[in-house]
């Protein structure tokens, strides 16, 4: 290039600082013209002068020279240039994003979280610290790093918290962390958001229908450990206002079953047709449940 000729010939014969500081501020004005090509060259030359002269380089001159070949669709490269920056101790909250969104783009996800980690440590503050909560939060996810991946989310900001792909992996990671409550709290808001949801639906389905299925039994078991008149009535009275959550209990996982087809819940269904005496349904939901098997 002519530009970069011109450049190389005149920086290193300048030994005047005030020479350095035109061309700096040319090479500046370039960039924020988004004139990142031509900007880029002149950030090298001035670069390579400061090495002609052996004198440290500025790390700064590094990241805008990085910056330049980034915007100039030239990641890769940039990227060079950003580990040159860094390697001589520049911090910058916009090269550490634009190295986050690189090694995402290239599905680099161990350099991509480190960059992740060490924005979240340097920037707790930073323009873009909710996005990477976000994405540290899906990343420890999928590492299956459920204490890290709790801890994060703890961190989102509400917009990602409310999410329901967000809420559905967060159940999850309660789950495996043995946290029933959280995880039984979000299977209620996942279902208050979308009664279809399936983690939502299984868990009032099922809620339903364990509560019931547990007074039943603990009634049936409390007259035959004592069969006597008045224990088969204090029985009927506990059972009998259990055919209506019985039936409730029936209508979700009808929903359930007719939309997800999993034949667990054919076979809890058929469980449910027996304690209601629907002979026929019961019948009906065993063999389901058994020939969608596989």
Known sequence: MMLSMALSAVLPGCGSSKMMVAARQEADFMYYQKDYLNAFDKYCQIIESYVSKKEPVPAELYALAGKCLYSADSQTEAIKYFKLAEDAGYEDEQILMLQIKHYADAD????????????????????????????LYLR?????????AHLRYQSLSDEYRDDVAVLEKQHLVCEKLNRKDEADNIARQLYNMNPN???????????????????????????????????????????????ARYKKAKELYVKLYNLYKRPHDAAILSRICTRLNEKQNAAYYDKLSKNNQK
């Open 197 to 243: 949801n399936l983690i939502g639906l299984n868990y009032m389905a099922y809620d339903a229908y364990i509560t019931t299925e547990n007074e039943y039994v603990a009634a049936i078991k409390a007259y035959e450990s004592n069969k006597t008149n008045a224990a088969y009535r204090q029985m009927q009275q506990k059972t009998a206002p259990l055919a």
């Open 108 to 135: 680099n996800l161990s350099k991509e979280l480190d960059c992740l980690e060490k924005y979240s440590a340097l920037y707790p503050d930073g323009n873009d610290i909710a996005f990477v909560n976000y994405r």
């Open 140 to 148: 420890y996810c999928e590492m299956q790093e459920y204490g890290k």
